[in-house]
C-alpha cells in the first residue's frame, strides 16, 4: 500500500513540475529569442512575463476549436493524444536524482527504474510519429499531408542515428538501465576530469546524439515538418484551441526529455561534487545541465537556416549513420582492449 | 468502360501522379500577395504559374486624374520598398519633358537618397531571405540596420516608408543641420553589420548548401524575359543603368557594377550584398562632393517661389497663384526615362496632351518582368526552393499589381 501511494506521490509532483517546466520552457524560448533578436520577449503579462505561460494556456483553452471537413473526425481528435501521451510518458524512467531519506523512508527520485529503461524510451518516441502522420493525413489539407509525410520519413531517418549513436554508452555502461548507466558516470580521472561519457570515449556519440535528437524533435535546422515558410505549419496547419496546445507542449515535452535523456546518458545525470553527502543537490545539478542543452536548442532556432528535405535525408543515411556504426566499432573496440 | 473514361478516373484518383498545391495569396513566403499554382510532383515541381492582381489599386489610372506633382506621392507606394528612387524615376520624366535644369545640390542629394534607399530595400530582402530559409534572427538585425536609414528619410522629409521627397525641379527642402554627419556616421557602422551578416549566411554551410545551383537563370533566358536589376547581374549581364545610361550625374561617382556568373539564387545573393557595399562607397562620395547652393531650380514654371517674394512681388504673387491652382503645364510629347531600381529598370513612361495632368503613365515595373522568369527558374525544383528562388528575385507586389 505504502509502495502505491508513495508512487502516485511521485507521478503527482514530477508531473506537475514537468508541466510547469515546460509551459516555462516556452517562455525562457521566448525570451531568449528576444535577446538574441534585440528585443525584450514577453513582458506585459506579470512581472518580467512571468505570467505569461497561465496567459496562453486561457487562451488555448477558450478558442473556438475549428475542425475542417475531415472525413476522420476521431482520427483527427486522437492524434494531438498520441503525440503527447508518449512525450509525457519519457519521463517516468528519466533519474531526476539517486535517493534521499524522508520520513524514515527511502524514497528514489525518480518514477520507476524499468532495467530496460532506454528500449523503453525509444519505443515511446517511436510512437510519437503516429500522432503527427495522422494528423497531416487526417486533416483533409496538401500542407498537413506534406508535413506529415516529411515528419514521418524524417523521424525514422534520424531515429536510427538517435539509438545507433546510445549503444556506445550501453557498451561502456553495460546497462540498459537509466540509474546504472548514470552510476557508471560517477567518480573523476585523476581526481579532476569527471567520468561522464562525454568526456571519455563518447564525444562522438555524444554529438550524434545531439544533432539526431534535435531533428527527432523536429527544430531548426531540422524543422522541416513544420517549416512555416514553405507548409505553413505543416502537420499542425488545421489545429486550433486545445487540440493545437497538446502539439505544442508535446513538442516542448520532446525537447526536454531529450535534454534531459543526453544530461543521463552523456554528461553524467545527476553526479556532481557533493552529490554523495547531499542527494538532493544532485537534482539541482540535473536541471542546471539539462537547462544547458534547452539554451543550445535555442540558440540553434535563433541562428541557423532550415535544410532542404532531400539534403536532411542524404545527411542522416550518408554521413550522420555510417558515423554512428563506426562510433559503435570504435566504442566495442575500446571496450575489448581496456 | 471507354478507355478516355478509365483515363479520367487515373487523373481523379488521389493516387494521381502529381497534385496540385495553391501557393498563397495568403502564404508567408511569397512577400505579399504572390499566388502561385503549383503542380507537384512528390515534393518536385513540375509547372509553377504566378497569379498575380491581388494587389491591384489603379495606380496608373489614379495618376491621370492627379496633377504632376501629385503624382510623387503615388510613385511612393507603387515600389513600397523604394519610394525615392520611385520619385526619382518619375520627376526626371517629367523634367525631361519640361527641360528644366537641376540645381547640383540637388542632384547630389537625388543620387545620396536614392542609394540609401536602395540599401534600405536590400536590408528588407536579406532579412526576408534569411526568414524564408529559416534563419530568423537575421530579419531582426536587418531591419534594425534599416531602421536608421528610415530615420535619416524622416530626418529629411518627415515621412519614413513613404517620405515624398523629391520634387519636380529638385527636392523638397535643405537637408537638416547635422545630416552629413549622421550619414557618415551610418557608414561607418553599416559594414561591421554586412560582416555580421558574411558570418551568419554568405559563410554558413547550411545557406550554401540552399541556395547554391538552385533557381539558375541564364543569360539569355534572363535577357528573354525582359529581367533586370540583380537577378539579370547575377547571371554575368553587367547591366546597369547608372553605368549604360547614367542619371543625376552618375557618371561622375565611382562605383563597381556587382556582377556575378552563376546565374543561380546564391550569385543573386553575393551581387545584392555586394550592391549594398557599392551604395555605401557612393553615399560617402556623395557627401564628399555635396556643392552649397539652392536644392530646388528657379524656374517658375515648376517651383514655387520663395514665400517673401511672394508676399512682395506681384508676378511672384502670380507665379505662385498658377502653379497652386493649376499645375505644372508640360508640354505635349511623350517621354520614357528608366532608373536603376534595387529591382532593376524602373521605367515611367509619360505621355502629355498640355495639360496640367498627366494623359497617361506607365510604370514598367522591374519586379513584373522579373517574375515572369519565375516558372522557367523553379522547374524541376523542389517545393522548398520555390520558397528560396522568390526570395531571391526579391519581387514587390505593390509595383507589380501597381
Known sequence: MDVVVEAVIKIVIVFGVVLTCLAYLALFERKILGWIQLRYGPNRVGPWGLLQPLADLLKFLFKEDVRPATPNPILFSVAPILSLVPALMTYAVIPFGDRIELFGREITLYITSVNVGLLYLFALSGLGVYGIVLAGWASNSKYSLLGGLRSAAQLISYELTLTLSVIGVLIQAGSLDLIAIVRAQSGTYFGLIPKWHIFWYQPLGFLLFFIAAVAETNRVPFDLPEAETELVAGYHTEYSATKFAMFYVAEYANILAVSALATTLFLGGWNGPGVERLPLLGVFYFAMKTAVFLFIYIWLRATLPRFRYDQLMRFGWKVLLPLAFANIVFSAAMATTA | ?402
Request: charged letters at 25%; hydrophobic letters at 40%.
Open chain 2, 1 to 402: 468502360m471507354a478507355e478516355s473514361e478509365v483515363l479520367l478516373e487515373v487523373e481523379r484518383s488521389p493516387l494521381a501522379a502529381t497534385m496540385m498545391v495553391n501557393m498563397g495569396p495568403q502564404h508567408p513566403s511569397t512577400h505579399g500577395v504572390l499566388r502561385l499554382v503549383l503542380t507537384l510532383d512528390g515534393e518536385r515541381v513540375v509547372e509553377a504559374k504566378p497569379d498575380i492582381g491581388y494587389l491591384h489599386t489603379g495606380m496608373e489610372k489614379l495618376a491621370e486624374h492627379k496633377k504632376y506633382q501629385h503624382v510623387i506621392t503615388i510613385t511612393d507606394r507603387t515600389d513600397y520598398l523604394n519610394a525615392m528612387g520611385n520619385n526619382l524615376g518619375y520627376v526626371l520624366a517629367v523634367e525631361k519633358m519640361l527641360g528644366v535644369e537641376i540645381p547640383p545640390r540637388a542632384q547630389v542629394i537625388r543620387v545620396l537618397m536614392a542609394e540609401l534607399q536602395r540599401i534600405a530595400s536590400h536590408l528588407v530582402w536579406i532579412g526576408t531571405h534569411g526568414l524564408d530559409l529559416g534563419a530568423m534572427s537575421l530579419f531582426f538585425y536587418a531591419f534594425a540596420e534599416r531602421e536608421k536609414i528610415l530615420q535619416l528619410f524622416e530626418a529629411v522629409s518627415g515621412g519614413r516608408l513613404t517620405p515624398s521627397y523629391l520634387r519636380i525641379g529638385g527636392v523638397m527642402a535643405d537637408l537638416p543641420d547635422g545630416f552629413t554627419a549622421r550619414v557618415l556616421d551610418f557608414c561607418r557602422e553599416f559594414p561591421r553589420a554586412l560582416d555580421e551578416f558574411d558570418k551568419l549566411l554568405t559563410n554558413n554551410p547550411i545557406f550554401r548548401m540552399r541556395t547554391e545551383g538552385v533557381g539558375r537563370l541564364s543569360a539569355e533566358d534572363a535577357i528573354r524575359w525582359g529581367v533586370t536589376g540583380p537577378s539579370l547581374r547575377a547571371s554575368g549581364v553587367p547591366y546597369d543603368l547608372r553605368r549604360v545610361h547614367p542619371y543625376s550625374g552618375y557618371e561622375t561617382y565611382d562605383f563597381e557594377v556587382a556582377t556575378r556568373t552563376e546565374g543561380d539564387v546564391y550569385a543573386r545573393y553575393l551581387v545584392r550584398v555586394q550592391e549594398m557595399r557599392e551604395s555605401l562607397k557612393i553615399i560617402r562620395q556623395a557627401v564628399e562632393k555635396l556643392p552649397p547652393g539652392p536644392v530646388k531650380c528657379d524656374d517658375p514654371r515648376v517651383s514655387l517661389p520663395p514665400r517673401e517674394k511672394m508676399l512682395t512681388q506681384m508676378d511672384a504673387l502670380i507665379y505662385h497663384f498658377l502653379l497652386t491652382a493649376e499645375g505644372i503645364k508640360v508640354p505635349p510629347g511623350e517621354v520614357y526615362v528608366a532608373v536603376e531600381s534595387p529591382r532593376g529598370e524602373l521605367g515611367y513612361y509619360i505621355v502629355s496632351d498640355g495639360g496640367p495632368r498627366p494623359y497617361r503613365v506607365h510604370i514598367r515595373a522591374p519586379s513584373f518582368a522579373n517574375v515572369q522568369a519565375l516558372p522557367l527558374m523553379v522547374r524541376g525544383q523542389l517545393i522548398a526552393d520555390v520558397v528560396a528562388v522568390i526570395a531571391s528575385i526579391d519581387i514587390v507586389l505593390g509595383e507589380i499589381d501597381r
